[in-house]
């Protein structure tokens, strides 16, 4: 019994990084406790399955990276995708000129390396990400943070390659102008 509950603690002890984790990929602070607690609740109901070959918190990831994905699916087959697309496509016009040039162009990352090493840095790229449209959001979270494939995520959210391309390049430029506005401009 003294096992068990031991192996409860150190799973309980990973769940603040797992919300962490969590909230980068999805909006919302129920959504991210409700996804974070499943995977606890899968991880010692799943305790004899873990075995010791990777640490406690790559297995409790690789448990939550698919329950994110559980999510994204179910939050895509609810959203309404034209209601959508027009305020993303709002939010996104506003950063490109009429003939597809920036308004402002983004500044030249001069040390990305040092500047992802730091919490700060995290913390504005969170505010950055939450800025951006939802489905941009997915896009970028799903391919650029699960490493998801095109096909998938098209398959995902309902969208064809050349938009889900549009879509991650868009966020990509938006993610940068917003760093270099709240990061880089320090």
């Known amino acids: 019994m003294h096992v068990q509950s031991e192996f409860r603690s150190r799973v309980e002890n990973e769940r603040a990084y797992l919300l962490r984790f969590a909230s980068l990929h999805l909006r919302g602070a129920d959504l991210v406790e409700d996804v974070v607690q499943d995977t606890l609740l899968a991880a010692l109901a799943g305790e004899a399955r873990f075995a010791g070959r990777s640490s406690l918190r790559t297995w409790l990831t690789g448990i939550l990276k698919h329950k994110i994905l559980d999510a994204i699916r179910r939050a895509s087959r609810e ?100 760093l270099d506005r709240n990061w880089f401009a320090r």
Do not use: Y
């Open 79 to 178: 959203t309404t995708l034209d209601a959508e697309a027009e305020g993303e496509a709002a939010d996104v016009e506003a950063l490109f000129r009429q003939d597809g040039h920036w308004v402002e162009h983004p500044a030249a990352w001069e040390t990305p390396d040092r500047s992802l090493s730091q919490k700060q840095f995290f913390a504005v790229l969170e505010r950055c990400l939450a800025r951006l449209p939802a489905k941009a959001a997915r896009v970028f979270m799903l391919r650029e943070h699960l490493g998801a494939e095109t096909a998938e995520i098209c398959n995902e959210l309902g969208v064809t390659p050349t938009h889900c391309g549009v879509l991650l390049h868009r966020a990509r430029m938006a993610l940068q102008l917003c």
